[in-house]
């Protein structure tokens, strides 16, 4: 079976050119919603976290979807919005017997309260909490004069979640936690098989969402060296459209003082 889908393929990094995969400077993806408009998927690879914000709010506006990845030192995560995707559980034929899946956007996925989430949530996901929060306020990718501040709020995230009945185990969450998030701010080269890992899962759930066959991840995926294995979690939080919004008025701000200033010289 043949599908024809328009990928948009958005990275830091040169990629080796598709017939169906489009590449574009991150700023153009950000700024142009009528190119997105004429995509049926945007993968956002290696961005720096503010603007990976910005880049899947215009997805959503343009009704496109949109997943994102980045790896760092012995980490990596994966996230996918696919709005309302529409598709056919595998083992099915019949388009009659399409399943529907309701996706939350990127800012509501981040934004779950600490004290709602259950003790068994993964490193990466409060890691990644702090990460967007910082970048969110900064509007740049961050430096290590930001790891004091991330540590406090991730301290805070921590104090703040269920506890443990197994407080060494727990101990032993917040140690990962940490060194993960000091891998991020810091920007440690990638691992290899973590990169690779990743890369396989997210070219396999391209696939899976542009032929509607099959249910893709939902919402966050997460890898690293520590687990040794893939672990999914759906993060949805009642405040999303909240979090969406404060999230584009922000952004909305950053771009209109970079107009005031003009080009650089």
């Given at each position: 079976?043949?599908?024809?889908?328009?990928?948009?393929?958005?990275?830091?990094?040169?990629?080796?050119?598709?017939?169906?995969?489009?590449?574009?400077?991150?700023?153009?993806?950000?700024?142009?919603?009528?190119?997105?408009?004429?995509?049926?998927?945007?993968?956002?690879?290696?961005?720096?976290?503010?603007?990976?914000?910005?880049?899947?709010?215009?997805?959503?506006?343009?009704?496109?979807?949109?997943?994102?990845?980045?790896?760092?030192?012995?980490?990596?995560?994966?996230?996918?919005?696919?709005?309302?995707?529409?598709?056919?559980?595998?083992?099915?034929?019949?388009?009659?017997?399409?399943?529907?899946?309701?996706?939350?956007?990127?800012?509501?996925?981040?934004?779950?309260?600490?004290?709602?989430?259950?003790?068994?949530?993964?490193?990466?996901?409060?890691?990644?909490?702090?990460?967007?929060?910082?970048?969110?306020?900064?509007?740049?990718?961050?430096?290590?004069?930001?790891?004091?501040?991330?540590?406090?709020?991730?301290?805070?995230?921590?104090?703040?979640?269920?506890?443990?009945?197994?407080?060494?185990?727990?101990?032993?969450?917040?140690?990962?936690?940490?060194?993960?998030?000091?891998?991020?701010?810091?920007?440690?080269?990638?691992?290899?098989?973590?990169?690779?890992?990743?890369?396989?899962?997210?070219?396999?759930?391209?696939?899976?969402?542009?032929?509607?066959?099959?249910?893709?991840?939902?919402?966050?995926?997460?890898?690293?060296?520590?687990?040794?294995?893939?672990?999914?979690?759906?993060?949805?939080?009642?405040?999303?459209?909240?979090?969406?919004?404060?999230?584009?008025?922000?952004?909305?701000?950053?771009?209109?003082?970079?107009a005031a200033s003009g080009p650089p010289a």
């Amino acid at each position: 079976m043949t599908y024809s889908c328009r990928c948009l393929h958005c990275c830091y990094l040169p990629v080796i050119a598709q017939p169906a995969i489009s590449t574009c400077s991150i700023s153009e993806a950000i700024s142009n919603i009528a190119m997105l408009q004429q995509q049926d998927l945007v993968v956002a690879a290696g961005m720096p976290l503010h603007q990976v914000q910005q880049l899947a709010l215009q997805c959503r506006q343009a009704k496109v979807g949109f997943m994102a990845g980045s790896a760092s030192g012995p980490g990596g995560w994966y996230f996918v919005d696919l709005g309302e995707h529409r598709y056919v559980p595998k083992g099915l034929s019949e388009q009659s017997q399409q399943q529907t899946v309701n996706y939350q956007p990127f800012a509501g996925a981040l934004t779950v309260p600490a004290a709602q989430l259950p003790h068994s949530t993964h490193p990466m996901y409060y890691v990644l909490q702090v990460l967007v929060l910082l970048a969110q306020e900064h509007q740049r990718p961050l430096t290590a004069e930001d790891f004091p501040a991330a540590q406090q709020l991730l301290h805070k995230a921590y104090s703040s979640s269920a506890s443990s009945s197994n407080s060494s185990a727990r101990a032993v969450q917040q140690q990962i936690a940490k060194q993960l998030l000091e891998s991020f701010v810091f920007s440690q080269p990638e691992f290899a098989p973590v990169c690779a890992v990743l890369g396989g899962i997210i070219a396999n759930n391209v696939v899976t969402a542009v032929s509607a066959f099959g249910a893709p991840l939902n919402n966050l995926l997460y890898y690293t060296l520590f687990d040794g294995r893939a672990i999914v979690e759906c993060q949805q939080a009642a405040g999303a459209a909240a979090a969406a919004a404060k999230c584009a008025v922000q952004a909305n701000r950053h771009r209109q003082a970079e107009a005031a200033s003009g080009p650089p010289a």
